[in-house]
């Protein structure tokens, strides 16, 4: 066990960071060669009783506190972490831990930091949970589970809407069908008329009302939205039967999903709408042109193009403030959005404020290696007149890289210097080397700034650079 205890590779590396050295400039203070420093913090050489003097002498520390077996520490913190019930049913000799600790001592540091942030992130969930915000009734979370278990596609919805797109193009317009199919007049009053809101149906005077301060493509949307309320009612219904619902306020958040969903159906029923998009190579603006609806729209509908033989390109969607909270968030494509707290500073859906209205592309790499490609862009809500209210936001479609060329933005498979190094949130991602990291990952120990101070915010004692 001595020969063992001379190992010190970790304990070696850890002093080096503290004294924010490399390993050349370890090497020359010492007078060795890079290689053997290199040897020595990958324990493939033993720590000698002369290199521990050297540094001794060099670095001004206490031999005790440097030399003391490590190893035995390393051991000591596994036992107490094994000892969490999740392993109680494991059998884990206490000779099998130290044995660990002392002949992986990488292994062992990585089973720590996981323990470790897996512990906080309980703590995290208890506090949530001890200031009456309990996450099962959270009517918007509700939503998102809801929409993702169905991968944001509903069927029946979209044939009925299909079926209404029909009717209404047989009258040439969404209002002429409204006023030949439910003898409602369509009218537009002043915004001041309307007292705030932008559409009203009054069954008494048999009209819809809608804001005049409404754009063209709000107007249709909004008749689309009302005729859904009137034709779609029990299939609404139906496509909620199932969703176990903790609240009231989401299963009501639900229905309006789900009719706002049926109403972009009408607008861009779905064979015609994907043979659009396969013309069109995905051109937003473009589809946007062609089927009279925002862009927001069109990209919100791009996610649900998943119909057996019809299929898109699964797409993710998001829609955030320039305070970075998010307002709308779907995912066909497998991209790892964080359940609470802000996204990644580096994605570009987080930038185009600077640039309203122009489209910006980014290929991005998360930490476990997936790659993604994302169009994003400003839009703007309200509006309509001197003095109303405009409320500006950010929007990102996004897909898998494999899918990229598909669509007019990307072109050929990008390189892999092309690639934007992005995490899910802060506190999830541990690129210990990031300029704009706003918080440190759970389950990582800060470095004191005593010695050196690094470019990113923080330094981290068991970090990879």
């Not at 000591?76 to 884990?92: E, G």
Request: hydrophobic letters at 40%.
């Amino acid at each position: 066990m001595a020969d063992r205890a001379a190992y010190m590779g970790p304990r070696l590396r850890r002093l080096r960071r503290e004294l924010g050295l490399t390993q050349p400039g370890m090497a020359a203070d010492l007078n060795v060669s890079v290689s053997y420093v290199s040897l020595l913090e990958s324990n493939q050489r033993p720590l000698t009783a002369d290199m521990l003097l050297r540094l001794a002498r060099t670095y001004k520390i206490d031999l005790a506190d440097f030399a003391g077996d490590g190893g035995k520490e390393s051991a000591a913190r596994l036992q107490a972490v094994l000892k969490d019930p999740l392993f109680a049913d494991i059998d884990l000799p206490q000779l099998q831990a130290a044995d660990v600790a002392t002949n992986f001592p990488g292994i062992t540091e990585a089973f720590l930091r996981l323990h470790t942030a897996y512990r906080e992130e309980q703590r995290a969930l208890a506090d949530y949970g001890a200031d009456g915000r309990d996450q099962v009734s959270d009517a918007v979370a509700e939503v998102r589970r809801f929409l993702a278990r169905r991968r944001n596609y509903f069927p029946v919805l979209d044939e009925a809407a299909e079926r209404i797109a029909e009717a209404a193009a047989e009258h040439e317009s969404i209002a002429a069908y409204v006023s030949s199919r439910h003898k409602l007049r369509v009218r537009t009053l002043p915004s001041h008329v309307m007292a705030g809101m932008v559409r009203r149906h009054d069954p008494h005077s048999a009209s819809i009302y809608l804001d005049e301060a409404l754009d063209r493509t709000s107007r249709a949307f909004q008749l689309a939205l009302q005729t859904i309320y009137l034709e779609l009612r029990k299939e609404l219904d139906d496509a909620l039967d199932d969703a176990p619902f903790v609240s009231d306020n989401g299963r009501r958040l639900a229905r309006r999903a789900l009719a706002n969903y049926a109403a972009a159906a009408i607008l861009m029923p779905y064979g015609a709408f994907t043979k659009a998009v396969e013309d069109k190579l995905y051109d937003i603006e473009a589809l946007s042109r062609q089927f009279g609806a925002s862009f927001e729209q069109v990209a919100h509908r791009l996610t649900t193009l998943q119909r057996l033989g019809q299929e898109g390109v699964p797409f993710f969607f998001i829609r955030v403030d320039a305070a970075g909270n998010v307002s709308k968030r779907l995912d066909g494509a497998g991209f790892p959005f964080a359940g609470h707290g802000g996204g990644c500073p580096l994605w570009s859906v987080h930038q185009v404020f600077r640039t309203p209205g122009e489209i910006v592309t980014q290929w991005l790499e998360l930490p476990d290696g997936q790659r993604f490609f994302s169009v994003a862009r400003t839009v703007t809500a309200g509006g309509g007149g001197y003095g109303t209210p405009r409320i500006q936001r950010a929007v990102a479609l996004g897909c898998g890289a494999e899918h990229a060329p598909r669509l007019i933005y990307a072109g050929l498979p990008a390189p892999d210097n092309a690639y934007t190094p992005v995490g899910v949130a802060c506190a999830l991602c541990q690129r210990d080397r990031c300029a704009a990291r706003a918080v440190p990952p759970i389950g990582r120990q800060i470095l004191p700034d005593d010695h050196h101070r690094r470019r990113a915010p923080f330094g981290f004692a068991d970090d990879l650079g």
